[in-house]
């Protein structure tokens, strides 16, 4: 039980032996450029010894590593020689760190390592987007009618002829009469002026979809028109400013340019 003590390892699925050298220098908060090669090679044979005992192949890379790293750990404890040069001045040799290599290869595996992760994300985040080649619609093409060139036809020429309309309507009021009060939806109204703009498949002025005299029958005709406008059901065209406007039933599948 004693020995198991040891085991404070978290042993994942390691791509090789840099990346378990890594792995233990994270988990230890070791710095890179100053490995204590004996803690390190101490955990990193208790890995090994640990994926024996689970009877688990253990690649030949991974024991390579390990006779490194004990290869490292002597050369750290051999004492260090001095040599006196020939000069009056003595000096000392510069030796070469026993770890250098292995703190070259496990930076470089460290940036490729972290570039993969990003290329990773990347690759998850583009997944994320959908794409579909681009769709020939050149059947489609003959059921959009051309641009108008004639004006366009605001809100504000609707109203002026409206006005227009009550005054002329007002004129025209006989000096005496019986008005017989008759109720009118507007959704009503807008069928009576679709299916009689569909019966005469043509345009049709403006004036003459108000056939009747009454206050009530001209604001719910006035409503359903600007209704169907809303709708694109309709199209209104006006030849040039302040020129009588005419009407025009949108037949299905057309597509209405250059009107409001």
Known sequence: MQQNEHYNIKIDAFEGPLDLLLHLINSLEIDIYDIPVAQITEQY??????????????????????????????????????EESLDEDSSYEIEEDPREELVGRL?????????????????????????????????????IKPEKTDLNVSLYDMLAAFQKLVRRKKLQRPLSTKIARQEISIDKRMTEILDELRRIKGRKSFNDLFPHSSKEHIVVTFLAILELIKRK???????????????????????????N
């Open 107 to 143: 930076i470089e595996y460290r940036k490729y390592k972290e570039a993969a992760k990003d290329l990773k994300i990347m690759g998850e985040e583009r997944s994320l987007m959908y794409t579909k080649p681009p769709s020939d619609l050149s059947d489609y093409a003959k059921e």
């Open 45 to 82: 044979l208790l890995y090994i010894h640990t994926m024996n005992e689970l009877e688990l192949d253990v690649a030949s890379e991974f024991l390579v590593m390990a006779a490194t790293l004990l290869a490292i750990k002597s050369k750290m404890l051999l004492p260090k020689h001095e």
């Open 233 to 259: 059901e309709i199209d209104v065209e006006q030849d040039k400013n302040f020129s009588e406007i005419f009407v025009e039933a949108i037949e299905e599948g057309e597509m209405v340019v250059g009107n």
